[in-house]
């Protein structure tokens, strides 16, 4: 049985809408696929205006990873990482594209890209090529292994860089293979961090008056995002120990009568809270479970008292009965449980936004809530070139005839009102 998209509630708006923490700063974003885009969005969630560099042809690569019709024939890959964006399709292989797009980086305080390190110099766009016509742009560069080093010109792929990194090699369980990872952590911290070094570097240019160079590598993200891991390996000289599904504690995730629910019980405090809201205060009495090191000892045993007594009752009745006494749990949920449950609906984290082919288009909410700054009214992704004659006319100021012509000669597309 074939599904469409999901209900949504409409989106709530904040009482200080409008007021953005990064109004007035310009991004030119040649970037596509994941890590990028991603960055990028945080920006222009934050107010920044985005201006995103296409290819009159296709478009961003996840347009069609696949294209739905009912999401106005977009795919949910490209709707989820492009919103608060505007798009211009240009064509970076001619020369007209080209002077377009060196017009526009003219007018912007930060460029982004994530190509590998030969396509942007190939058309004369890199970093060295073009920092002195423009020594105020920030100059990001998002790669799998950055632009300097033996690796400088090798492709990289969340799944690949993750396993190079030792990421991959931690997603198991004791005595398994690895699993590929399903959420790809590594693309999308590095174009978190890709918006920091830019926040960052245009901070700096307030004092210095200069532009700079963002370098960021996936492969170093991925290093940096071990945190503890790495270090239990540097300290000790072994590799960290890879965690079961339960550990004594209790801490880890348990069958219940209907799911699953992961609980951490972090100290003897914790354990004592755990013990009376399961019915059995006795526990804490018993000499082989009343400190940490003993329940570490005799973790079996207490495994073997709790499993069956959380397996009596379902997810959410535990669920409210830990967090009553704060012990920290979490029922195990699916995507779909996740988007949709009562909490989630609460706090307007799921809304629709107005789509021009779609009506409407379901959106997942930014995690910045800034009280006085909150940003602007989000809007959903673009369709390709849907701002190419906007740009065009508005900020750079071209007339009918140049905007004709450049569309005669295939290196910009417009997008005409109502296509």
Known sequence: MSQGPVAVPDRVPHPNEGM??????RVVDFSRMLSGPFGTQILGDLGAEIIKVEDPGKGDDTRVAPANPALGGESFFYLSINRNKKSVAIDLR???????????IGTADVLVENFTTKVMKRF??????IKERFPRLIYCSISGYGRTGSHAEAAGFDSVVAAEAGVHWLNSLPDSKPVLGAVPYTDTTAGMNAAIGILAALHARNSTGK????????YDTALANLSYKGYEYLASGKDP??????NPGPRGEFDTADGSIVI????DKAFGNLA????HPEWVEDERFSSFMGRMVNGQALLDLFRPVIASQTSAYWSEKFKAVAIPCGV????????????TQEMNLVYNLPHPTAGTVPSIAHPYRLSETPGKAPVAAPLLGQHTGEVLAELLGYDDEKIAALKGSGSVAVRESGE
Do not use: F, K, W
């Not at 195990?332 to 909490?343: F, I, K, N, W």
């Open 211 to 218: 532009g700079q160079h963002v370098d960021i590598a996936m």
């Open 264 to 267: 951490t019980t972090h100290n």
């Open 241 to 246: 120990v890879l965690v079961p599904r339960q």
């Open 332 to 343: 195990v949920r699916s995507p779909g449980e996740a988007l949709t449950c009562d909490y």
């Open 124 to 129: 004369g766009l890199d970093y060295d090529s």
């Open 20 to 25: 953005a923490a990064l109004s007035g700063v």
């Open 94 to 104: 001619s020369e007209e594209g080209r002077a377009v797009v060196l017009d526009l």
């Open 276 to 279: 009376v809201a399961c019915g």
